[in-house]
């Protein structure tokens, strides 16, 4: 568990693997995700922090980019239409926006697990129970590094990541925001081996004048 | 505006041109959607009847189904992983499930209208408030008859819809649902035409022993 007052400017935090983290991002501030090992992904939420009922959503940042795969220069859309995050660097260039946080669900359905996982979802319901989000206000979240590939006739597969140890994406806040990240639980979406996930959290340094 | 105590059973509705409707469909009836005319979309929400928290879901629908594309015999899942609808029949095979229905933020942000139209949020939005749906509640529609293309790159376009008139679309409810439903305000999505859309609520009958 990794409280937002531990976690001081600029200082890499690891999410061990198949676990999950929320805290506080300030506008302006820079959040970095990291892949330490390479082909992990990491499921992302965002939240107003001032309204947690303003949430990320993938339906309006999809269309109002027109395209699937978000990268840099691309904004992160609420369900409000306001610009929550942006991404500013991308050294990997592939990531989802199309599918919910693997869950129990997923695995009894997909997997077919009999003592299923609480998967990304639960890991991100547990670290957002702070700060009164519920399990149900959960949507698709954006993806980081997932490798989703879809066919002519709109049938798709979940590959392995194209993220290689040490790449990463950095975005900035917009607003005063609740992130939460997940290092993914789920072994398809990171050819089949659970590693962790890295972030920091950057202030762009004024020049005093 | 069309309550649902003035539903007659089997009767066929019309949502005027850029306007909206909410109802009841209790499980085991099923709801018919019909393009009277051809070339116009008609975005779709759910909610469970006695939670207005469980929600139909995207993200879930697809990674479930590892399509984009859904079709007959496939389940539209909530945001719990139940089963809400089942498509029964489907004339034309081509929907979207990625975009959040067209808003006043479309307008502005993709056409640049000054004066915008309240778009299919805003009438699911009004249409919905009786049942207690905030405009924050509503999520990625099931955009029935919606054409959207995609290309290797990810990059998409909203095309003219593959409905001729008089297809449908027939779903069963799998549980007790308020249904809204639209006749849509996007010009890109209904080739350039504002039309209307037409529904009936069908109760499949036993026969009798």
């Avoid at 965002?46 to 949430?55: C, K, P, R, S, W």
Wanted: glycine share 6%; with cysteine; aromatic share 8%.
């Amino acid at each position: 568990m990794i409280a937002d007052d531990m976690t001081p400017e600029g200082r890499r935090i690891e999410i061990p693997a198949r676990h999950g983290a929320a805290f506080r991002l300030n506008r302006g501030q820079r959040l970095r995700v990291i892949d330490p090992q390479g082909e992990q992904v990491s499921d992302m939420l965002a939240f107003n922090a001032h309204d947690i009922n303003e949430v990320i959503s993938s339906g309006r940042s999809l269309d109002y980019a027109s395209k699937l795969f978000l990268t840099t220069g691309d904004p992160l859309y609420s369900n409000r239409s306001n610009i929550m995050l942006k991404i500013m660097e991308d050294t990997v260039g592939r990531h989802d926006f199309l599918l919910t946080p693997c869950s129990k669900d997923t695995f009894r359905i997909i997997y077919g697990d009999e003592h299923p996982h609480q998967g990304c979802f639960g890991n991100l319901a547990h670290a957002l129970q702070p700060y009164g989000v519920t399990p149900d206000q959960i949507p698709t979240a954006f993806n980081i590094f997932m490798n989703v590939n879809i066919g002519a006739d709109g049938s798709f597969t979940v590959d392995a990541p194209k993220s290689k140890a040490g790449d990463h994406i950095l975005f900035e806040a917009h607003m005063d925001l609740i992130v939460a990240l997940t290092a993914c639980s789920a072994l398809q979406s990171n050819n089949y081996a659970f590693k962790p996930i890295h972030y920091a959290i950057e202030t762009v340094q004024l020049d005093a004048i």
